[in-house]
């Protein structure tokens, strides 16, 4: 609407101009500096007014995202917050990207002690800008994948009282079971054991293994989940570089999905194995992420037949 007024004022402005040409070159380069202030008074108060207010101490909030880390997985949220903590009103931009595309950007005019704080609820790698055009301050935080974890977790941005920003996260620190975030450098394996580690000769339980490889040149971000009857048992999340391996043991019988996410390519793929598996056959879900960020996956075992001892008991009267 503001551009189609803007075309309709400038036409009306030339036709103008052009109709006094005749009566005097300097009126109409006296009515053009005018023209030009009331274009700039304009164009700051259609800034202005794009801008969201949140009055004194009130905190506005935002949720960014399809909600995925809630919906799977052991991990939450994390939260992005711009502050001013100051007596004076402050006007800035909070923008929050990915590497492919720009998924929250708001103006915000803040008074003293008010804040935004934005929920990040998908796994990604974020940049957040920050940016105050009268301090001439801007600050920019990368968060990592990594840093979803079990706890509750915040970035905030704050004006400070000398008129620059400065940026810190706080996190609370309760132990995360079945929450793992590692690193499979190239040509090593990495493994994680789920469940208690039996020795098969004494209990006569036999494990599963879900295993990732990545046998491309390049390095990947993959979140691999065990859910049990749709509840997660294990949320591990791994930088996956060249020629690496992700080992996951479970040791407990029982019938799970097993899941692959590749964060970059939002590729995944899934695999349900049952106590069929945990027989005496080696058997183990095997996932591959090749060079385009794609996925196959497979359930293998061998077939030996598994021998059982029978117990005969002879009773007399």
């Known amino acids: ?119 990040l609820t998908d796994l990604s790698t974020y940049t957040v800008r920050v940016t105050v055009p009268e301090l001439d301050a801007t600050e920019v935080v990368t968060l990592d994948p990594h840093q979803f974890t079990c706890n509750v977790t915040k970035t905030t941005v704050n004006v400070q009282e000398d008129g620059t920003l400065d940026s810190t996260s706080i996190s609370t620190r309760m132990a995360c079971p079945g929450v793992v975030s590692d690193t499979a450098p190239s040509d090593e394996v990495v493994s994680h054991t789920l469940g208690d580690d039996p020795i098969p000769a004494d209990t006569g339980e036999f494990t599963h293994t879900f295993m990732l490889r990545n046998p491309s040149e390049e390095t ?54 049952t106590p069929e598996n945990f027989d005496c056959n080696q058997s183990s879900t095997r996932a591959e992420i090749d060079s385009e960020g794609e996925l196959t996956v497979n359930t293998l075992s061998t077939l030996m037949a598994c021998g059982t001892e029978t117990h005969s008991t002879n009773e007399s009267s």
């Open 1 to 119: 609407m503001f551009l189609a007024s803007a075309g309709i004022g400038l036409s009306t402005a030339a036709a103008g101009c052009t109709s006094q040409a005749a009566l005097s070159a300097s009126s109409e380069s006296d009515s053009e500096p005018e023209s030009n202030t009331s274009q700039s008074t304009q164009d700051d108060t259609d800034q202005m007014s794009e801008q969201t207010l949140i009055k004194a101490g009130d905190t506005a909030e935002r949720t960014i995202g399809t909600g995925s880390i809630e919906e799977r997985g052991l991990r939450t949220a994390h939260h992005v917050a711009f502050g001013n903590p100051t007596e004076e009103t402050h006007h800035g931009t909070i923008t929050i990207s990915t590497a492919s595309e720009t998924v929250f950007e708001e103006s915000v005019e803040l008074q003293a002690n008010a804040s935004i704080v934005a929920s």
């Open 220 to 273: 990947w971000t993959a979140r691999m989940l065990v859910e049990d009857d749709s509840t997660a048992q294990f949320d591990g999340l791994y930088t996956v570089e060249p020629e690496s391996t992700v080992l996951i043991t479970l040791t407990e019988s029982g019938t799970y999905t097993l899941s692959v996410d590749v964060l970059e390519t939002e590729m995944t793929a899934s695999e349900q194995v």
